[in-house]
């Protein structure tokens, strides 16, 4: 089944401890990408990755890290946590990066999601 | 800085009827616009693509695009209660894809 998947789902942790949320995708796309969500803001992406070894900022950059060592996974960093990072988080994938094509086949699939709460 | 434009809602529309969601972009640059349904505390899932002037109907949707106006809209006719989520627009054409905030949409039967 073609999917993105996250982990964890839920996290809960203190201010200043380091934490990974894990992503990988299996349909070989070459874009991925990660948002947060916060009420009222709606999804902001923090960092892409237009393919291996290859990641750039997004609107939000501060206070996250990136890697993308293999295809298939992009994991979100937060090297020391802060309270204002609480929000709901989601990796993405598509083929490639929306500026190549102007059209409309290059779908974004998104994983379940990663709820985050830093105390 | 690049801005999508939606009104937050909620339109609320009885059971049956059409619902239109609206969307203004910025950038004169962007090519192609999605359409993505989000229920409450689930991920973002596509409902359509447009990236032509016009109208594209699929089943119950139908979205239109308008570059001149720098307009798009989604057109959700016989509304089910099961439609009752929030709508995102979603302004493609460059590296960093532009999310509007999204309209919150209520079916009341």
């Known amino acids: 089944e073609a999917q993105v998947t996250q982990n964890p789902r839920y996290l809960i942790t203190v201010t200043g401890k380091k934490l990974t949320v894990t992503c990988s995708q299996n349909?070989?796309?070459?874009?991925m990408s990660w948002y947060r969500q916060d009420p009222g803001l709606g999804l902001r992406q923090i960092y892409y990755s237009m393919n291996v070894e290859v990641t750039d900022k997004g609107d939000v950059p501060e206070g996250y890290k990136v890697s993308r060592k293999e295809k298939r996974n992009f994991p979100l960093i937060l090297e020391s946590p802060s309270p204002n990072q609480t929000s709901l988080y989601f990796c993405?994938?598509?083929?490639w990066g929306q500026g190549l094509t102007s059209g409309g086949d290059n779908e974004q699939f998104f994983g379940p999601g990663t709820r985050l709460t830093v105390l | 800085q690049k801005e999508v434009e939606q009104n937050s809602g909620p339109l609320s529309v009885p059971e049956g009827a059409i619902a239109s969601l609206n969307c203004t972009y910025s950038?004169?640059?962007?090519?192609?616009f999605f359409w993505y349904r989000q229920y409450s505390g689930k991920s973002p899932e596509l409902i359509m693509f447009i990236y032509s002037n016009g109208d594209k109907e699929d089943g119950r949707f139908t979205a239109q695009l308008n570059k001149a106006s720098q307009y798009v809209s989604l057109l959700i006719r016989d509304s089910q209660p099961s439609d009752s989520a929030t709508y995102l627009c979603l302004s493609g054409g460059s590296y960093i894809p532009t999310f509007g905030r999204g309209t919150s949409l209520i079916v009341h039967p």
């Open positions: 349909m070989n796309h070459e874009y």
């Open positions: 950038d004169r640059g962007s090519q192609s």
């Open positions: 993405a994938s598509s083929l």
